[in-house]
């Protein structure tokens, strides 16, 4: 027997999800976004599951590079582009296409010789978040510059929104950042792209040539709605099992700093899953946790390989008793929230040592 701990993957869920986001949109074409190890699904998991999709996009040459290797011949889009001119030689090698973001990177571009292979450009426009692209000022400068270059094929406009997961920013709503990169691309008849998942579910009415879904196609909603709400299937279940348990008097404290105080006698379970497996060790006391498919809470605090639920509504709970501490039956969405974050953190955190097993 091996530790219980594993992260179950629904390579059908992610099939399903990937649809969502094409009928949300139909007109788009679908960059599935794969980053950080396809948001801790496993990469090659994402490339099964999202295999439908028109191109897979990631920030990691790497994993662009394992992609090819294990058979992906359609697209793959560099998110961040290219750091370095041996990485830009491998962008040319393998066919990928890459987001320019920076002078720094146009300049790198200029000084490649030419060549036959053609390479397709994403110009990443800063409409207003302020993290990576070009001002609205200078795009079309830029645009020119890569226009004059022999191996630069496709130019594709990107612009990445800060605020597509609400219907009520604070500030810098979708449409202000649309407003700016109309004006920034004023006369550039290319495709463009826009949307993540937030702006997918939530706007899906813009006016996109590609869409670049992340968070939905793993099953966790961007926000104002749930997963479900929004036709959604959870795709990773993180499974565990009752390794023991105690009964607890009155008055008696579980764990570090006896952080929880039984008010009355009780039964403890000891789950083998803790903030080494990527569960979050700030989830306070009372977090969901389901146990036998009945929901309860968290107790005391999370250690390292172990967490603490309270078994009071389950009393037929034994050693082997099955533990979701996210995904089928437990929204993740939920879960983060109580623990203070978002589902995509929870996911990318889920560690080395989990198995990720795909559901058969
Ligand atoms: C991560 C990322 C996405 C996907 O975002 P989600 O909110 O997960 O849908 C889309 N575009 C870019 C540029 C990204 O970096």
Redesign the pocket.
Known sequence: MSRPIIAQIDISAMQHNCQVARFRVPTAKVWA?V?ANAYGHGLLHGMEGFAAADGL?L?ELEGALRLRQAGWIKPILL?EGFFSIEELSEVKKHGLDTVVHCEEQVKMLESLKCGNEKITVHLKINTGMNRLGFVPLVVPLIYQRLKELSFVGKIILLT?FANADTLRPLLLPVTDQLQNFEMATIGLKEEVSLS???AILLYPHLKTDWI?????LYGAS?GEKTAVEFGLRPVMTLRSEIIAIQVVKKGQAVGYGSAFVAQSEMLIGVVACGYADGYPRHAPLGTPVLVEGVKTRLIGRVSMDMITVDLTPIPKACIGSKVVLWGEGLDIDEVARSAGTIG?ELMCAVSQRVPLVKRV
């Not at 670049?212 to 939905?216: A, D, K, L, S, V």
């Open positions: 976004v980053k996009a920030v998110l990445h993540n998942s937030g670049r879904p992340g968070i939905m961007p995509y």
